[in-house]
């Protein structure tokens, strides 16, 4: 469709009248693409029970007024916000007053939303992370699955330190590029790969190999003529190539495995990201890949990081990073709530289809964990806290978790957020009792 011209006007007996801004004009936006509503529908049945993981998260705080709800325990009532998921209410646990003690707020908490690090802790270095709580979990499942993790966001790639586009960061705490083309990520899923694909991916993975192994020899050189601090970089970078060629070799052995058959016609696969417009679109279709996935085990964790931080749109196409930034006005707390309602549909969406696929005797929302929220608050002023984040836990009732009901604390004397997160990877297998700054487990 051929956009009208901002500047057209309608011309009748003599008079020149200035038409309001129409969905025509928008560069690149078709009405009927933007504004129909998703046509796909679950499939039967997965392919069998496995634990899963999703982590959705969304930037720049809530209206945490409108959020948390008044009554703590069992029999609690929802907040006017989370009156959105009333129909999930017993597949869900709202948490308040938890945050990570090490944080120091702002806009970087997509960046330690899920390793609990502190930035700063390492002297001489602006930024410095480790570990998220999926790439442990992928550590333990990925040798199973075509995929050991998957990494999606409203932006490509890795971003600005402070500023991530990912939320999954390696052993080292470097950040793991994040995919946000939904055209590419079901490519990468389920388009059958021909013989030349197979021939011309095997020659790229045996180059990538050859250059990670004259890397590894050029470093261990070089390693015996560096300083203590310098030899510690080094192996910090090592290991990212060390990790590399792990997922190298994973993926040569998967070349010949078949990838799963998934029909794209109700897949709306050209959704862009960044367009305000789009965005409904996008999100639904993103949380379709990553229920197919999930169906399909092509992996069993995935990080989703629904816009980064400072960006991001409400569901009319509002910039979501300006509520934030409220300072208590009573206008901007209402529409940030409204965006906040907003993403929570989209979330419910996401539980309906898990809960209409068979998985084993249940459902698939049996044994499928979503962590949902934010790495800040916005507060009562806009002050962009880390204390007393938005969060919920939903799904998983398989692996003991007794939900429908809101678990408060204190949000100056909480326990670490980074307990949430090794309950979560005990729930999918990982036999331990630490990560990042957990005192212990949580009880849910």
Known sequence: MKAIPRRTVLRGLGVCLGLPLLDAMLPGVSHSSYAADSQFTPIDRSAGVQPRAIFCYI???????????????????????LQVLEEHRKNF??????GHPASKGGHSGADTWLTGADLTSV?????????????????????STRFSSLQLSDMS?????????????????????AENSPRRLFERLFVPDTAADRAATLQRYAQKKSVLDSVLQDANRLRSNLSPSDQQKLDQYLQSVRETEDRVERLESWIDVPKPAVDSKMLQLASQPNNAHDRPMWIDVMMELCYLAFAHDATRVITFEWSREAGGYGGSGEKHHEFSHHGG???????????????????????????????????????TMVMFGSGMNSGTGGEHSPKNLPLLIAGGNRFG???????????DRHPPLSNLLLTIGQKMGLETDAFSDASGRLEL
């Open 59 to 81: 930037p720049n705080g809530v209206n945490i007024l409108e959020w948390v709800p008044k009554a703590t325990g069992r029999g609690y009532e929802l907040s006017p916000t």
């Open 93 to 98: 646990t709202v948490l308040s007053g938890l």
């Open 123 to 143: 002297p001489g270095s602006d930024y410095s992370n480790s570990v998220s709580i999926d790439q442990v979990i992928a550590a333990r499942h990925g040798t």
């Open 157 to 177: 790639g890795t971003g600005a330190a402070g500023h991530s586009h990912t939320l999954s960061f390696n052993a080292s705490g470097t950040p793991i590029p």
């Open 329 to 367: 006005d009573e206008g901007m707390l209402k529409k940030l709530a409204a965006i906040d309602r907003f993403h929570l549909s989209k979330l419910a969406r996401f539980l309906d289809l898990l809960k209409k696929t068979g998985d084993g005797d249940g459902q698939m929302l049996d044994h």
């Open 401 to 411: 978790f007794q939900h429908d009901q809101h678990l408060a604390f204190d949000a």
